[in-house]
C-alpha cells in the first residue's frame, strides 16, 4: 500500500495542458484502482480561495499531477493553504508525456520537488 | 477581491472492495470534473485528502445502500446502482449547495521565493489588482479586475516573480526561471524604456498631442490613428493584447490612478509610516 496521496487537476479551464495527456493520466489512474483525488482546476480553486485547498494540502505525502512546481506551489500559497516541502511531489503534465506522468503517480516512493 | 462564493461539493465515490466496481470510471469522473465538482475515489489502497465540513455526496454501487451511524450533517449518500456517467453528474449537479458565481482563469500568482517586494507591479497596474498585506507585503487583492490574456505586470516584474499560470510560455506560466530568461524579461519589459519614458506618460502625452493637433486641425481621425499607433507598440513590445490598451481609461483617469499607486507602493515601501 502506498503512503502518499494522489492529487489530478483536470485543468478545466484552458487548454494549456495537452488534452492526451490529460486524458491518459486520468484513464491510467481509473484503471489503477488506486485512490485518489480530482479537482477540476487548482486555479479556480485558488481564484475562489476554496477550503478544498485546505483540505487537500494536509493530510501527509502528496503526489500531484498539474503543472509547473512553482505555478502550483503559488497557487497553494495565494489560497492560504501552503504545502509542504518535504512532502510534496509535483508532476508536469504540461511537459511529461502521460506515461512517466502515471509511472511516478504510481510509484511507492516520494521524490519531493517543490521549488 | 478574490471570490469567496460555495465551496465545491465534494463528490466521494466509494470504490472499496466491498462494492460493485464502478462500469465506467473514467467516464463518470470527466462528467464530474467536467462540471466543476471535486472528486475522491477511495478504493482504501492508499490515502485520500481527509474529511472536512465541506457539503459531500458519497456515491457508491452497493447491494443495499449502508446506514452510517455517525453520518456528518453534510453528508449526503446516494446509490447509484444503473445510472450511467452522465446520469452520475446530474445526480451531483441537483446536489450543488448553490450555483457558483463565474471567475475568470486569468489571474497573477506572486512567487514569494523570487519577489522582493519592489512594489513595481502595484504601481504599475492600472486596475487595482494589486495591494499590500498588514505586512506591507505585495499581494494579489482584486484579481477580478486583472484584464484577461494580459501579462504586462509579469513583464515589469524585474524578478520574473508574477506569474500567469494558465499564459502560454514560460517563464510566465510557472517555468523555471533562467539567468536568460532574466536577461530576455528585462529587454521586454522595460516598456518605458522602448517607448523613452513612463508608459502612462507617453500614452498621456501622445493624447495631449493628437489633442492639440485636433484643436488645430479638427482632424480626429488623425489623432485616433495616432493614439492607435502607440497602444500597437505598446502591444508589441509587452505581448499586452491591443484590446486591453485599447480599453485603457482615460488620460486623467490613467494620471489619477498611476498616482494613487504610485503613492500607495510608496506608503508600504516607507519603514515606520
Known sequence: M???????????????????????????????????????????????????????????????????????????????????????EILNMRTEPAGAVVDRLLAPDLQPNLP | MALRDTPTLRILIDASPETEPLPDRYRTLTALLEQGHAVTLASGTQPVSPADTQPTLLLGLWKDTPEFENRPAHWTVQNIHGRSPAQIADLAESHRPAPRNPWKPWFPVIDYDRCTNCMQCLSFCLFGVYGVDGERRIQVQNQDNCKTNCPACSRVCPEAAIMFPKYKAGPINGDTVSAVDLQKEKMKVDISALLGGDVYDMLRLRSEKAKSRFSKERDADKALTERQKCLVKLAEAGDIPAEVLMSLPSPEEIARRAEEAAAKAKAALQPGV
Open chain 1, 2 to 88: 502506498n503512503r502518499h496521496r494522489i492529487l489530478y487537476c483536470h485543468c478545466q479551464y484552458a487548454q494549456v495542458v495537452p488534452p492526451e495527456v490529460k486524458a491518459g493520466v486520468l484513464q491510467a489512474l481509473c484503471d489503477s484502482g488506486a485512490s485518489f483525488d480530482a479537482v477540476a482546476d487548482l486555479c479556480e480553486l485558488a481564484a475562489r480561495k476554496d477550503p478544498s485547498l485546505a483540505r487537500l494540502s494536509s493530510g501527509g505525502c502528496v503526489k500531484i499531477a498539474a503543472c509547473y512546481p512553482r505555478a502550483v506551489k503559488g497557487l497553494f500559497h495565494q489560497a492560504g493553504s501552503d504545502l509542504s516541502p518535504d512532502s510534496t
